[in-house]
């Protein structure tokens, strides 16, 4: 039996039902001649799901919880269960989109089944489709298991030939076994012993919390519930999400590059910057208390001991100060630039390029890796965190269908009700932005100010070009 590991058990007792703790992602798809239908993609995955064995297995538990629980084949797998079919109003618009995604990604999954589920959601603008993901962070560790969605994508239109897939689930193991298996790993293994006392101490006391959190919305409710302060970057989560997306284009930052020195990945964080530091004036909020904002920014590195398409082992944290306080974009620009110098000088960084050109790389993985990576540094006390992932600069396909977008939708953390993904793809920079409904009432004011931001950074940029030009002649 494959004994579920401490880290990911450490997200499915950290869940609750306001911490989802599913990665998620909007992709939207422009049919080939021959169209994308729902039986496509049912199709399409039913090719692929085998080489993703997790993606059919489902978590049970110990009796006694004597040891970590199991992972085991689901019986009564049932893939239509999975794939689900949505539609919008034709013409369905970005806004419609947005919204209807919120609403699937506030609602935890099914422990009962295999923890994933995707969405085919029809009626777009234009005649596209959008397929909408979500993975446990418990399911996709990079290692083992990648997400499901970087499977289903192809160089070509035409697809990839693949053998049949002739899986059987395995009987579900009785509770004697669970139970004979449990003492042979508990007492065989003084790591396991160890990991088992912790977790039963974890689930007593995320159990102990609970029962507190329900007594006292009980008693809020009694008394009438009072406004809560409005906080921008941390603060408590409700149960409900909001999702806004950005598109920019890949050739803007290039320049700003080609302008300022640096990476595109800088130019992208001094854009955020920016964003929020217009999204902080435009509420009245004292930039006083907002000079730098702590920011978690997961990178790739280099693990000499692992394959290169592993993940997993080859994404460690970077914490980066955001000089919100500083009027000058440029000013800004340079100093995110000088916080990444220490990562790029010990050798290990992975160049956007080289990551982007992996074998079977997709940005879904890399997203989901990065949001692990934000839950265990929660100890480290950021304010926010932010992934950034250079995609394929090429078209990619799902059953013929060309791949026109590709937006993350990070999942927010414990007190932290703002989360930002950035994918780049073929020529594009796409901005997914997940924040609590409750806590966050102008997420549109953050969205918007990533174009301002954007635009100024151009603005200066051209004029320093301009400006060494006219001193060459």
């Known amino acids: 039996m494959d004994r579920v ?27 080939g001649d021959d169209g994308f239908d729902y039986q496509d993609l049912i199709e399409l995955i039913r090719d692929r799901i085998g080489f993703v064995p997790r993606y059919r297995q489902r978590i049970q538990g110990v009796p006694g919880r004597v040891a970590n629980p ?21 013409p369905g618009t970005m806004d419609q ?15 009962d089944r295999p923890l994933w589920e995707i969405y085919f959601i029809e009626g ?30 192809d160089h070509e239109p035409g697809g990839a030939d693949l053998e049949p897939d002739d899986w059987r689930p395995r009987p579900t193991p009785s509770p004697a076994a669970l139970l004979g298996g449990a003492v042979r790993d508990t007492v065989g293994d003084h790591a396991v012993r160890m990991a088992t006392v912790r977790r039963t101490a974890q689930v007593l006391r995320r159990e102990a919390e609970g029962r507190t959190q329900g007594l006292q919305s009980f008693l809020q409710a009694a ?41 595109v990945n800088d130019a992208i964080l001094a854009t955020l910057t920016g964003a929020i530091r217009s999204w902080l004036m435009a509420r009245s909020e004292s930039l006083s208390g907002f ?32 000089p919100v306080g500083e009027a000058s974009p440029v000013v800004r620009l340079h100093q995110v630039s000088y916080s ?31 949001a692990r990576v934000s839950a265990t540094e929660l100890r480290h006390g950021y304010q926010l965190s932010v992934t950034n992932v250079p995609g394929p600069q090429e078209p990619v396909y799902a059953a013929g269908a060309r791949l026109v977008s590709s937006y993350p939708v990070p999942p927010v953390m414990p007190g932290h009700p703002v989360v930002i993904g ?52």
Not at 295 to 321: K, N, R, W, Y
């Open 97 to 111: 989109l947005r919204d209807l995604s919120a609403r699937i990604v506030s609602r935890p999954l099914d422990r």
């Open 223 to 263: 008394v009438g519930r009072k406004p809560r302060h409005k906080g921008i970057i941390n603060g408590p989560l409700s149960r409900q999400r909001r999702v806004l997306t950005v598109d920019t284009e890949l050739a803007d930052y290039r320049r700003i590059r080609d302008a300022h020195g640096g990476t």
């Open 340 to 370: 990444f110098k220490a990562h790029k000088e010990t050798g290990r960084g992975v160049a956007a390029r080289r990551l982007a050109g992996l074998s079977g790389f997709a940005p879904s993985t890399f997203h989901a890796i990065g």
């Open 422 to 473: 950035v994918t780049s793809y073929d020529g594009g920079v796409r901005y997914g932005i997940t924040v609590d409904r409750d806590w966050i009432p102008d997420p549109d004011l953050l969205a918007t100010g990533i174009g301002e931001a954007l635009d100024e950074l151009l603005e200066v940029s051209t004029s320093t070009r301009a400006r060494r030009g006219r001193s060459k002649r």
């Open 70 to 90: 199991v992972w085991v084949d689901d019986e009564h797998f049932d893939l239509g269960y999975h794939v689900r079919r949505s539609a919008l109003p034709r």
């Open 291 to 322: 000079n730098q904002i702590r920011t978690l920014v997961p990178v790739s590195v280099i693990d000499d001991e692992m394959p290169a398409t592993s993940l997993g082992s080859q994404i460690a944290p970077h914490f980066v100060e955001l």
């Open 124 to 153: 777009l603008e234009n005649g596209r489709i959008a397929l909408l993901s979500k993975s446990h962070q418990a399911l996709v560790d990079g290692v083992h298991t990648v997400d499901l969605g970087q499977l289903l994508l």
């Open 5 to 31: 590991h401490p880290r990911d058990l450490a997200f499915l007792i950290e869940e609750t039902s306001e911490t989802p703790r599913h990665n998620a992602s909007i992709e939207v798809f422009e049919p």
